[in-house]
T-cell receptor, first 114, second 111 residues
Framework: KAGVTQTPRYLIKTRGQQVTLSCSPI?????VSWYQQTPGQGLQFLFE???????NKGNFPGRFSGRQFSNSRSEMNVSTLELGDSALYLC?????????????FGAGSRLTVL | QQQVKQSPQSLIVQKGGISIINCAYE??????FPWYQQFPGKGPALLIA?????SEKKEGRFTISFNKSAKQFSLHIMDSQPGDSATYFC??????????FGPGTRLSVLP
């Protein structure tokens, strides 16, 4: 069974640009969550999507947005990039059938903002 | 109230020793407490988890101890091995959603 796939794995952007990250969840998983991981802050919750609807949202500015498609694949977008947005962005999927308690993470997309 | 505190920030243990990582939470509504292990270049992976109606759970060399009244839980790694060197995150969730993670503990097990 394929795991959670995130693309791209690495990317470099400059301030003011925007970026789109993609996440393909485990087949059959309908919940996709996004986290920002930085050395000082640990894993910070961005948002969660379930059946194409945003179910929960963390405390991030509106520059951070996401969406989920009918096949459960998800994208997150960050507009007007700032230096502080440099981080590892992790996607995790979970299955309602398993009680939705087990998050399976992808390897992440490492974003560097110059 | 949504915060999960974790200590220590880093830990160095000799091979064969016991590694202990502690976490504390405030929200008594949390109903699931997992531990995740992350190796460099990888995403976190579920290691072991516990629900608040159980005081201890053991899986191989890994044990979670849970103290509901103190709102604390800890991970014990017995007979620590160099392959256990990783970053460990405790977390708490409510009804399978709203996962809150601790800041992480970087464990180094010396050979």
């Amino acid at each position: 069974k394929a795991g959670v796939t995130q693309t791209p794995r690495y990317l470099i952007k400059t301030r003011g640009q925007q970026v789109t990250l993609s996440c393909s969840p485990i087949s059959g998983h309908r919940s996709v969550s996004w986290y920002q991981q930085t050395p000082g802050q640990g894993l910070q919750f961005l948002f969660e999507y379930f059946s194409e609807t945003q179910r929960n949202k963390g405390n991030f500015p509106g520059r951070f947005s996401g969406r989920q498609f009918s096949n459960s694949r998800s994208e997150m977008n960050v507009s007007t990039l700032e230096l502080g947005d440099s981080a590892l962005y992790l996607c995790a999927s979970s299955s309602e059938l398993s009680g939705a308690n087990v998050l399976t993470f992808g390897a992440g997309s490492r974003l560097t903002v110059l | 109230q949504q915060q999960v505190k974790q200590s220590p920030q880093s830990l160095i243990v000799q091979k064969g020793g016991i590694s202990i990582i502690n976490c504390a939470y405030e929200n008594t509504a949390f109903d699931y407490f997992p531990w995740y292990q992350q190796f460099p270049g990888k995403g976190p992976a579920l290691l072991i988890a516990i629900r608040p109606d159980v005081s201890e759970k053991k899986e191989g060399r890994f044990t979670i101890s849970f103290n509901k009244s103190a709102k604390q839980f800890s991970l014990h790694i017995m007979d620590s091995q160099p392959g256990d060197s990783a970053t460990y995150f405790c977390a708490a969730s409510l009804r399978g959603q709203n996962f809150v993670f601790g800041p992480g503990t970087r464990l180094s097990v010396l050979p």
